[in-house]
C-alpha cells in the first residue's frame, strides 16, 4: 500500500480549501501539532503554482505562477493571500533557502457552482493479503482512514468478501470514512 508523499492533511489544518475563482482569498495554514517544519517569524519563499500550468519543472514560464516571500507566523504557519485566476487545483508550495520543497497543500478554486462544496480524498483500487496486498482488509481500511481518505474499495481479485470484512468490522465505529464494496 502506498500513500502520497504529501501529509498536510495530517499535520495542518489548511483553510478555505475551496474557495471561487477570480476573488482574492486569503488561506490560512496552521500547524495540528504533528510535525512543525516552519520557524515563527522566519521568511520562506512561497509559490502558488495552478495543476493544470504545466509540469511543475516549467514552473515560472507558466501562466498561473506566483512567487511570495511571507513570514512564518507565532502558530508555525502562513497566511496567503492571493487571487486564484481559473477554475482548478492550485497548490501552495513552501520552499526552504536552498529552493527545496518544504511542504506543499493542495487548495482549489471554483466557479460559483461549486462555492462551498468540500473535495473529497479516496482510491478505488485496493488490494488486501486475500489477493496479491501485504495487509488484512480491516488494517487497510484503517490505514487509509488514518492518512486522511475520506472513502476508498476494497477490489481484491476474484473476491468479494474481503471488502465486506472491512465493512463489517467497521460497521459499529462511528465515522464517516466510507468503505465501498468492490471486486476486481
Do not use: W
Amino acid at each position: 500500500m502506498t500513500f502520497p508523499m504529501n501529509d498536510f492533511l495530517l499535520n495542518y489544518d489548511v483553510f478555505p480549501l475551496v474557495f471561487p475563482v477570480g476573488k482574492e482569498v486569503t488561506v490560512h495554514i496552521r500547524p495540528t501539532g504533528g510535525r512543525p517544519q516552519f520557524v515563527p517569524g522566519q521568511e520562506y519563499k512561497v509559490l502558488i503554482c495552478a495543476m493544470n500550468g504545466g509540469r511543475p519543472c516549467d514552473y515560472p514560464s507558466s501562466a498561473d505562477y506566483k512567487e511570495k516571500i511571507l513570514t512564518c507566523n507565532e502558530t508555525g504557519g502562513f497566511d496567503v493571500t492571493h487571487t486564484y485566476a481559473s477554475e482548478q487545483q492550485y497548490f501552495i508550495r513552501v520552499l526552504d533557502d536552498n529552493g527545496r520543497k518544504i511542504n506543499q497543500f493542495g487548495v482549489y478554486a471554483v466557479d460559483q457552482d461549486l462555492v462551498g462544496r468540500y473535495p473529497l480524498r479516496g482510491d478505488l483500487h485496493m488490494h488486501t493479503n486475500c489477493s496479491d496486498g501485504q495487509q488484512i482488509p480491516e488494517v487497510v481500511s484503517a490505514m487509509y482512514r488514518s492518512h486522511g481518505y475520506d472513502f476508498f474499495a476494497i477490489t481484491d481479485h476474484h473476491r468479494y468478501y474481503p471488502s465486506i470484512r472491512a465493512m463489517e468490522f467497521f460497521k459499529d465505529i462511528p465515522t464517516e470514512f466510507v468503505i465501498v464494496p468492490g471486486e476486481e
